[in-house]
T-cell receptor, first 113, second 110 residues
Framework: AQSVAQPEDQVNVAEGNPLTVKCTYS??????LFWYVQYPNRGLQFLLK??????LVKGSYGFEAEFNKSQTSFHLKKPSALVSDSALYFC???????????FGSGTRLSIRP | DGGITQSPKYLFRKEGQNVTLSCEQN?????MYWYRQDPGQGLRLIYY???????QKGDIAEGYSVSREKKESFPLTVTSAQKNPTAFYLC?????????FGPGTRLTVT
């Protein structure tokens, strides 16, 4: 069965420092992996996806994610955090059929000035 | 939030009343979804529809009902049978495995 796990409920980073939000996955076959962001009282916005190819995927707002097959991880990264990056981040993987998506439990990213 | 609208943004109801949440999309997507989000938690799938006039239960369908009479619209009814309806409700549409979300409706039942 497809699943993703986000081991950290909260990540705190100082503005200007690099940030990492962790995600590990368990999938059968080739993984499709996604990151979404949710700002307070808003819907989710798509950030980036990995389908195949380069292990480093670039997305919106300066975010990137590194696919690591041996560690079954898909961590979200940004070289220099902004206060405006503070939000809830979800890692996700599609079900094997029916176009459904399984979301992780979410990680709250807090960037302090 | 793309081409998906949800209304209203905030909704208040008395216990025992049914309430319908609206979701409309102009992205021409076949698939539409309803999720529930509780404070500090992830998303749980309530219902989804892959095509007009067809829909399937998600993980927490009890106490909810949907219809899909038009491609653009996927309304969700929260019935009085739903034991704990106060939550943030998110609608999404998708093409393939990528989903696009509406701004959400925050429902409070007292």
């Amino acid at each position: 069965a497809q699943s993703v796990a986000q081991p950290e409920d909260q990540v705190n980073v100082a503005e200007g420092n690099p940030l990492t939000v962790k995600c590990t996955y368990s999938v059968s076959g080739n993984p499709y992996l996604f990151w979404y962001v949710q700002y307070p009282n808003r819907g989710l916005q798509f950030l980036l996806k990995y389908i195949t190819g380069d292990n480093l995927v670039k997305g919106s707002y300066g975010f990137e994610a590194e696919f690591n097959k041996s560690q079954t991880s898909f961590h979200l990264k940004k070289p220099s955090a902004l206060v405006s990056d503070s939000a809830l981040y979800f890692c996700a993987v599609p079900y094997s059929s029916a176009s459904k998506i399984i979301f992780g439990s979410g990680t709250r990213l807090s960037i302090r000035p | 939030d793309g081409g998906i609208t949800q209304s209203p943004k905030y909704l208040f109801r008395k216990e025992g009343q049914n309430v319908t949440l609206s979701c409309e999309q102009n992205l021409n997507h076949d698939a539409m979804y309803w999720y529930r989000q509780d404070p500090g938690q992830g998303l749980r799938l309530i219902y989804y529809s892959q095509i007009v006039n067809d829909f399937q239960k998600g993980d927490i369908a009890e106490g909810y009902s949907v219809s899909r009479e038009k491609k653009e619209s996927f309304p969700l009814t929260v019935t009085s049978a739903q034991k704990n309806p106060t939550a943030f409700y998110l609608c999404a549409s998708g093409q393939g495995s990528e989903q696009y979300f509406g701004p959400g409706t925050r429902l409070t039942v007292t």
